[in-house]
C-alpha cells in the first residue's frame, strides 16, 4: 500500500481509472458566515469525491456546519467502541475571536483533516452517519442532529443499564468495595500511563509552539516599527549617511513582512498539527474510559450470572415452581454477559490495532510537521541573511566617499 | 552706584562658578532640562539595564555547536564595558575590508568590533595624527571613613576609586599612573572643565543619584558608579580639546589633594551675593563689574545684582516692544540648532524602538529555547516508552528537531547581546545632545551679558546727557551734578570695557560652538556608519548560522514531506 504517501489529508490520489479501487476523498471549503447576531454561524461546503456504490457518486457536494461535525463524531464515538475516533477542532470559548479570518482558517484545516481521517479509516468509512453526513440534503441532517439534542436519547435498554451502574456503583460502595473494577494486565497499564504521560508533554510543547507563533509576530511588528524609525533618523541626516538609514529602515521593514508570513505558516503547519495530535491523545483517553465501562460491565454481569447460576441451582435442588423462571432469567442474563464479553473483547482488540496505526501515523504526521518547521525557519533566516547583506557593499560605499 | 561688583580677592577666593543644570532650579532663567530627567538618560538607563539581564551568553558555546569555525578563537565577553582596555590601536577601515570576503559574515561578525573607534579610548576620528593614546581605567572602590566631626557616631563614609591612565601623550609626565579620587572630585572636574570650556560639548558627568542610591545595595551602587566614571572619563578623553586640558591632567596625574577649586554649593553663594547686595545698590563706586567675572554666566555667581538685571533684560527681550540690540544673527546656527532639535527627536525615537526590538529578539530566543527542552523531554519520553519501531524514529526527528531549537536559541542570546552594544551609539549620542544644550546655553548666556551690558551703556549714556542738558542750563555749572556726571563717566568707561570683554567672549563661545558643530557632524557620521555596519553584519552573520543549521534538519526530515513542493 501507498502507505508512505498517506498525509494528512489522507488517501486523496485520484483513481487511475474509474473502475479501479474504491475511494472516497473529501474537502472541506469556503467557509461562509451566515445568520445574523447572536445565532451567526460559519458554514462549509463539503464536497464528496467516490466511486463507491452506496454514494451518489462522482460528486456531490453539501452545506454542514460545525455541530453538524460535532453530531458526526458522537455518533461515531457511539457506535465504534475501540476505535480512536479523530479527534474535532474545540469550540471557540472566546466571542470576538470566532469570526477571525486566521480561526476560520484553522477550523476549517482541522474540519478538512477530520472527514479526511475517517473516510479513510476501514471501518470508519463504512459508517451510515458518515454517508448520510455527506449525502443527505440540509434539512435531513438538521433533522438528525436535533434528534441527538434530545436529552434522554437513550434507548430503554441503555436506560436499564445506566440504572444497574448506579445500583452497581452504589452497591460497592455500600459494600466497602470503593474502587470500581479494572483490568491490570501490565501492558495495558504501561500503554494508559503512557498515554497519560504524553498529553502533558504535548501539551507543553505545544504551548511553547503557540507561544513561538506570538514571538514571531511581535519581532515582526518591532522590526516594522524600527524601520520606520530609521528612516525618519535617516531624513535628518544628509547624502549618503542619510541614504544608508533609509536603506535600512526599507530592508528592517520588508522583513517584517517576512516575519508575519512565517508566523502564519509556523502556526497552520506546526502549531496546529501539534495541537491536533493532543487532541488526539485525548481521543484516546476517551476510548481508554470506555474500554473500563465496557470491562466493568463484563465483569459485573459475569458475576451476576455466576450469583443466577448458582441459585438456579438452589432452585433446581428444592423443586421449586419458580425454575422455569429462573432458567429463563439465567439464560438471558446469560446471553448479555456474553455481548459483554464480546463487546469489551472487540474494543480490547480493536484498541491494540489502532495503537500501532496510531503510532505509525502519528510518526508520520510529527515528522512533517517538523520538516515544515525547519524549511520555514531556514527559509526566514536565509531571507534575513540576503536583505542584510545586500545593504553591506552599498554601507562600504557611503564610509569610502 | 550700579555696576558690577569689583572684586579685589585674590586667588584664593573663589571665582564664579557655572552652576550644573540641577542647581540652578531656584534660579531658572530659561527651560532647561534637568539631566536626571531627561529621557535621553532614562532610555540609556533603561537599556542598559536591558543589556545586563541575564544575556550574557555562556563561553562555553563556542565548544559544543558544531557550526562555529575552529578558527573562532576570538574570546567573547561582549557586555563587559571594560572590553577593550588594552586594544591597541588599529586603522578603523582594515577589518571591514575583510567583510568583503563573500560569502559568508558569520566569521566577519567576530571581528566586527576591531575597527570600532569608540572601543579605544583617547582615539578619535579624525586626528589620528600622531597615534596618541590615552587609556583610562577606574577601579578599585574603597571605603574611607571620615574621621572629623561627623554628627553620626562613625556614620560618615565615602568611596575612593583608583583611576589609573596609561598614555603617550607629552603633556603628561609619565606613561603609566594612577591617583585615587572621590565622586566630589569627578563633580570638581566637571564644574572646571564646564567653566573654562564654554562652549564646547563637554560629556556631561555621572548623576549624584541621591535617591537611588539609598535605595540600592551599595556594592551595586558603587560599582555602577565605578562604570560610570569610567566611562565618563574615556568621554573626556576622546574630546579632542579636552584631552588636552589642564583640569583633566591635574585630575588624572596629580596625586593627593586634587589641585581644583571646589564648587560651592547653591546656599552659600547666594548668601555671598546677599551681603553683597547692599553695597551694590547703595552705588558703591567700589561695586563695579570685575572682567573676570564677564566672562562667566551670571547664574549661579554670587552677585545676585547682576543676576538681576540679566533677568530683567532676558525678559524685556522676550516681551519688550523693542528689540535688544544685538541679536542673534547667525542664520546658519539657527538653521543648524533646529536640526539638531530634530535630529535628538528622531535619535530618541529609533532608540526606543531599537529597545523594542532587543526584547522581541531576546523572546525568541528564551521561547525557542523552551520549546527544544520541551521536545527533548518528549524525545526522552518516547524513547524510554517506546514498545514500537516508529516511535523511536519519531524519536531521533525530535532529537534533531530539539538539538537545533536550542541552539537557534542561544544564537538569538547571541545577537541580541552584539545588538545591544551596537545600538548603544545611539545612547551615546542622545547624551551628548544634553552636552550640545549646555552649549548652546552657555551662548544664549554670554549674549544675555552683552545684551544686558549694552543696554546698561545706553542707559547711562541718557543719564549724563540728561544730567548735562540740566546742568548746562545752571550758569557756573552744578557742582554736584558734575560731580555725578563725572562719577557716571567713570562708571561708563568700565562698563564699555566690560561689554568688550563679553563681546568677545560671546565671539569665541560662538566660535567653539561652530567648530564643536563640525566636529560632531563629521564624528557622528563615522559613527553611525560604523554602527550600521555592525549592526547588518551581526544580523546578517546570525541569520546564516541560523539557516544552515536549519536546512540540515530540513534535509533530515525530507522524506516527510508531501511529493507536491
Known amino acids: 500500500m501507498q502507505q508512505n504517501q498517506q498525509s494528512l489529508s489522507g488517501l486523496s490520489q485520484s483513481p487511475r481509472s474509474p473502475q479501479s479501487e474504491p475511494f472516497l476523498s473529501v474537502s472541506v471549503i469556503d467557509p461562509v458566515k451566515l445568520g445574523n447576531g447572536v445565532q451567526a454561524y460559519i458554514s462549509y461546503r463539503v464536497i464528496t469525491k467516490t466511486n463507491l456504490p452506496d454514494y451518489q457518486g462522482p460528486e456531490k457536494i453539501v452545506i454542514r456546519r460545525y455541530s453538524d461535525f460535532v453530531w458526526l463524531r458522537d455518533r461515531l464515538f457511539e457506535m465504534y467502541k475501540g476505535i480512536f475516533i479523530p479527534p474535532l477542532p474545540e469550540k471557540s470559548a472566546v466571542e470576538k475571536f470566532r469570526f477571525s479570518a486566521e480561526f476560520i482558517e484553522m477550523r476549517r484545516q482541522a474540519l478538512d483533516i477530520f472527514v479526511n481521517r475517517v473516510a479513510s479509516h476501514h471501518e470508519l468509512r463504512q459508517s451510515d452517519d458518515l454517508r448520510l453526513f455527506l449525502q443527505a440534503d440540509e434539512e435531513t441532517m438538521e433533522r438528525a442532529r436535533a434528534q441527538e439534542m434530545v436529552i434522554f436519547k437513550k434507548k430503554p435498554a441503555d436506560l436499564m443499564q445506566i440504572f444497574k451502574d448506579m445500583q452497581a456503583k452504589v452497591s460497592d460502595v455500600v459494600l466497602g468495595k470503593e474502587k470500581p473494577v479494572e483490568e491490570s494486565t501490565p501492558e495495558y497499564e504501561k500503554m494508559k500511563h503512557y498515554i497519560f504521560e504524553l498529553e502533558d508533554h504535548l501539551s507543553e510543547a505545544q504551548k511553547h509552539a503557540f507561544r513561538l507563533v506570538k514571538r514571531h509576530r511581535e519581532l515582526g511588528q518591532s522590526l516594522s516599527d524600527f524601520g520606520k524609525a530609521v528612516k525618519l533618523l535617516g531624513a535628518c541626516e544628509e547624502d549618503a549617511l542619510g541614504k544608508a538609514f533609509s536603506e535600512l529602515g526599507g530592508r528592517s521593514e520588508a522583513l517584517s513582512t517576512k516575519l508575519q508570513i512565517e508566523a502564519h505558516h509556523l502556526l497552520m503547519n506546526f502549531e496546529e498539527p501539534l495541537k491536533d495530535y493532543v487532541r488526539a491523545v485525548q481521543s484516546i483517553k476517551a476510548t481508554i474510559a470506555e474500554r473500563a465501562n465496557a470491562f466493568r460491565q463484563h465483569c459485573e454481569l459475569a458475576e451476576t450470572v455466576k450469583l443466577k447460576e448458582i441459585n438456579l441451582d438452589k432452585l433446581m435442588l428444592t423443586r421449586s415452581e419458580r425454575v422455569g423462571e429462573a432458567e429463563i432469567e439465567y439464560r438471558e442474563l446469560k446471553a448479555e454477559s456474553e455481548e459483554a464479553t464480546k463487546r469489551f473483547e472487540t474494543i480490547t482488540r480493536l484498541m491494540n490495532d489502532e495503537m500501532a496505526r496510531f503510532q505509525e501515523q502519528k510518526t508520520l504526521d510529527m515528522g512533517l510537521a517538523f520538516h515544515e518547521f525547519a524549511k520555514g525557519q531556514a527559509h526566514l533566516a536565509n531571507d534575513i541573511a540576503d536583505a542584510w547583506r545586500s545593504l553591506i557593499p552599498k554601507l562600504e560605499a557611503c564610509s569610502s566617499s | ?565
Open chain 2, 1 to 565: 552706584m550700579m555696576g558690577y561688583d569689583h572684586e579685589q580677592e585674590a586667588k584664593e577666593e573663589e571665582s564664579h562658578l557655572y552652576a550644573s543644570p540641577e542647581e540652578m532650579e531656584t534660579l531658572v532663567l530659561e527651560d532647561h532640562p534637568s539631566s536626571t530627567d531627561h529621557p535621553a538618560n532614562l532610555a540609556a538607563s533603561s537599556f542598559s539595564a536591558l543589556s545586563r539581564h541575564p544575556l550574557s551568553p555562556p563561553p562555553e558555546i563556542f565548544t559544543t555547536t558544531d557550526s562555529v569555525d575552529k578558527s573562532d578563537a576570538y574570546s567573547f565577553a561582549p557586555l563587559s564595558p571594560s572590553l577593550s582596555h588594552h586594544r591597541e590601536q588599529r586603522s578603523p577601515n582594515s577589518s571591514f575590508n575583510s567583510f568583503l570576503e563573500p560569502p559568508s559574515y558569520a566569521d566577519a561578525m567576530f571581528r566586527s568590533f576591531d575597527g570600532e573607534p569608540s572601543e579605544v579610548d583617547g582615539h578619535d576620528h579624525s586626528e589620528l595624527s600622531n597615534s596618541e593614546y590615552i587609556h583610562i581605567s577606574v577601579s578599585d572602590p574603597h571605603k574611607v571613613v571620615e574621621t572629623s566631626n561627623s554628627l553620626v557616631p562613625g556614620g560618615s563614609y565615602y568611596y575612593t576609586y583608583l583611576i589609573t591612565t596609561r598614555t603617550n601623550v607629552a603633556e603628561f609626565e609619565g606613561t603609566d599612573f594612577g591617583v585615587r579620587r572621590r565622586f566630589s572630585d569627578v563633580v570638581t572636574l566637571a564644574d572646571r572643565l564646564a567653566e573654562a570650556y564654554r562652549g564646547f560639548f563637554i560629556p556631561l558627568r555621572p548623576d549624584k543619584n541621591v535617591v537611588e542610591s539609598q535605595m540600592m545595595q551599595k556594592n551595586e551602587f558603587v560599582e555602577q558608579r565605578r562604570v560610570a566614571i569610567e566611562k565618563y572619563m574615556r568621554k573626556l578623553a576622546n574630546h579632542p580639546t579636552i584631552r588636552k586640558s589642564d583640569e583633566l591632567r591635574m585630575f588624572l596625574q596629580v596625586e593627593g589633594k586634587l589641585p581644583l577649586l571646589k564648587s560651592m554649593d547653591m546656599a552659600s553663594r547666594m548668601l555671598d551675593g546677599a551681603v553683597k547686595l547692599p553695597k551694590q545698590l547703595m552705588g558703591d563706586p567700589a561695586a563695579v563689574v570685575l572682567l573676570d567675572e564677564v566672562v562667566q554666566p551670571a547664574k549661579g555667581g554670587r552677585d545676585l545684582l547682576r543676576i538681576f538685571k540679566e533677568l530683567k533684560q532676558s525678559v524685556s527681550n522676550d516681551w519688550g516692544s523693542s528689540k535688544p540690540l544685538i541679536v542673534e544673527e547667525d542664520r546658519e546656527f539657527m538653521e543648524r540648532k533646529e536640526k539638531l532639535q530634530d535630529l535628538e527627536q528622531q535619535l530618541s525615537n529609533v532608540s526606543q524602538q531599537a529597545e523594542s526590538l532587543v526584547k522581541a529578539q531576546q523572546n525568541m530566543g528564551e521561547t525557542m529555547g523552551e520549546l527544544g527542552l520541551a521536545f527533548v523531554k518528549l524525545t526522552k519520553f518516547e524513547t524510554d516508552e517506546a514498545v514500537y519501531e516508529c516511535q523511536r524514529a519519531r524519536a531521533l526527528d525530535m532529537k534533531n528537531v530539539a538539538t537545533v531549537a536550542v541552539k537557534a536559541s542561544r544564537l538569538y542570546r547571541e545577537l541580541n547581546a552584539q545588538t545591544v552594544k551596537h545600538l548603544d551609539k545611539l545612547h551615546d549620542y542622545l547624551g551628548m545632545m544634553l552636552a550640545i544644550d549646555n552649549a548652546f546655553a552657555d551662548r544664549s548666556s554670554a549674549l544675555l551679558t552683552v545684551q544686558t551690558l549694552v543696554s546698561e551703556l545706553s542707559s547711562l549714556q541718557s543719564r549724563i546727557e540728561k544730567l548735562e542738558v540740566a546742568s548746562s542750563k545752571i550758569f557756573g555749572g552744578d557742582r554736584s551734578r558734575m560731580r555725578k556726571i563725572e562719577e557716571l563717566n567713570k562708571t561708563l568707561k568700565v562698563t564699555e570695557d566690560a561689554k568688550c570683554c563679553a563681546v568677545r567672549e560671546y565671539e569665541r563661545i560662538k566660535e567653539n560652538n561652530r567648530s564643536e558643530l563640525d566636529r560632531l557632524d563629521k564624528e557622528r557620521h563615522t559613527d553611525f556608519l560604523n554602527m550600521l555596519k555592525g549592526f547588518v553584519v551581526n544580523q546578517a552573520g546570525y541569520a546564516e548560522k541560523m539557516a544552515t543549521v536549519w536546512k540540515k534538519v530540513a534535509e533530515e526530515t525530507s522524506c516527510y514531506a508531501r511529493g507536491l513542493s
